[in-house]
């Protein structure tokens, strides 16, 4: 019988979900479920607000920043990001600094921590090289699988033997296969009841009721605040219409823009709300949980 590896993450409660983390966002991202990356974190002063995020009791999970750091690589050599990613980690220029602020961060703040998710560059057998490495030092990430690259076989290998796993490969792919992506881990997800699914880069949705992720994550929040175009509202997580032409922000002017902030941060965090009480709120009508909750928490006992 295969041993699963706890992953690690003193805050991480596995009867909390469904947890939809807000990323990106700076000052403006005040949890209570806040999605961090290494990269976003390299200085004291950003340092520092990872500690105040962590005294206020928000749960937060530190991304490695590989992806921003294959993108900036890509960027500057003319190479395609599955290309990119595809190249060993001595190749990427900046990931020894990279790892290196990860191994601090991990080290440092690993028991306040939600979780900490894996250095995934290169191949499957760089990163099981990079996971092996960190676990020689007494960290424990939580690792990624790429449906569309890494095969299932991957997929059975990382769920047998570890209670929490990330799924990638979501933000960039079209609507029909972020919904063919997430039916299939429903239906898998079955076979390791222990198992606990990130979906990284996927906004919480009207999909997250039937085909529901444990959680996810996404920085869609801020785009309001990056392109300056009206809010999108929801209702039961699915999109519904765009607020009027006057919540959005005067350029230039700084008071209009926090407002904006404001409004896009208070909607994200509602719309992580919207989505915990539906999917219990469906469990209280239907008389028992979702399946894959069941199982788990079967488990657990």
Not at 151 to 179: K, M, T
Not at 226 to 246: D, S
């Amino acid at each position: 019988m295969t041993t699963v590896l706890p992953t690690a993450g003193g805050t991480f409660d596995p009867h909390e979900g469904p947890i939809y983390f807000t990323a990106g966002g700076g000052e403006y991202n005040a949890g209570p479920y806040v999605l961090t990356a290494v990269n976003e974190l390299m200085g004291d002063a950003e340092e520092q607000r990872l500690r105040g995020l962590l005294d206020a009791g928000n749960r937060v999970l530190l991304d490695s920043g590989i992806f921003w750091l294959t993108n900036r690589h890509r960027r500057a050599h003319g190479v395609s990001m599955d290309e990119a990613l595809a190249l060993p980690p001595e190749s990427i220029d900046g990931f020894e600094e990279l790892r290196d602020r990860y191994v601090y961060l991990a080290r440092t703040y690993g028991d306040w921590l939600w979780g900490y998710i894996e250095l995934d560059q290169g191949g499957l057998v760089h990163k099981r090289a990079q996971r092996a490495s960190l676990q020689d030092m007494g960290l424990s990430p939580i690792p990624v699988y790429h449906p569309l690259v890494d095969g299932w076989d991957y997929f059975d290998e990382l769920a047998s033997q570890h209670d929490r796993i990330c799924v990638g490969n979501v933000v960039q792919a079209s609507a029909p296969v972020r919904l063919r992506i997430l039916h299939t881990l429903w239906e898998r997800r079955r076979s390791y009841p222990h198992l606990w699914i990130h979906a990284l880069g996927l906004t919480a949705n009207e999909w997250c009721l039937p085909l529901a992720p444990d959680s996810c994550d996404s920085s869609s929040w801020l785009a309001p605040l990056r392109w300056n175009h009206q809010r999108i509202e929801t209702a039961l997580l699915r999109r519904v219409g765009n607020l009027p032409a006057g919540f959005r922000y005067a350029p230039g002017d700084t008071a209009s823009y926090e407002a904006a902030a404001r409004i896009c941060a208070d909607a994200a965090t509602a719309l992580g709300r919207c989505w915990h009480h539906a999917a219990h709120r469906i469990e209280e009508l239907t008389g028992s949980p979702t399946p894959a909750r069941l199982d788990r928490e079967e488990t657990l006992r």
